[in-house]
């Protein structure tokens, strides 16, 4: 995190308020993640900051709405703090973020009929594989990743993505990594298995406009 992100972060926590930081959804990465005030499993509100991990250009605005929509078709709630508002008054800016979480708590408290699947939810890195994935491919096993086809490796995450999880990219990695037998994060493992996660989910994300 950046000091304006850091200055967000322990302001939150200050409060009380629980903050997930850097959390992986769906492919993208959430600035912070707050959970329901009294279901922690839940996530309900998405905090975003204009700091290092954000771009003025406007195809990377466009690219930021696209991804906020499509976030938020999960189920999210999202809330952007502004730099400049925030170091001219960070306990107003503070207070609005906390307000916003209060509200979106008690939203879901009153939707009790939302469907499980598109409400946001830890996922623990230790959690066992989901049963709704379709049987494994055939891969075969190298010992080098440059032996695999991009072809093996997308066919490996788009079967990967299959449980329609939310989990970060780091913890599928992970996934694949034991998939394939890797038991080291090697530079060149880790840079193909993100291109091929890239590709699974833009196919997928794709699929579902």
Known sequence: MDGFEQSVHDALCARGVEVIPQLGVSGYRIDFALPHRDRPGQLVLAVETDGRSYHSAPSARDRDRL???????????????????WFRNPEQETLRIIQIWEET????????????????????????APTRRSPRPSIRHYERIGDYTDHDL????????????????????GQAMKELGFQKRGKNIVERLNHAFDQAQAERDRGRN
Do not use: K, N, Y
């Open 105 to 128: 708590t008690m939203r879901r408290a009153d939707e009790e009929t939302i469907p499980s699947s598109v409400t946001p939810q830890i996922i623990p890195a230790s959690m066992p």
């Open 67 to 85: 991804r906020q929509a499509h976030l938020e078709q999960l189920g999210w709630r999202f809330h952007r703090v502004w730099s400049t508002d």
């Open 154 to 173: 997308l066919t490996l995450c788009f079967w990967l993505l299959d449980d329609g999880l939310q989990i970060d990219r780091e913890t599928r990695v």
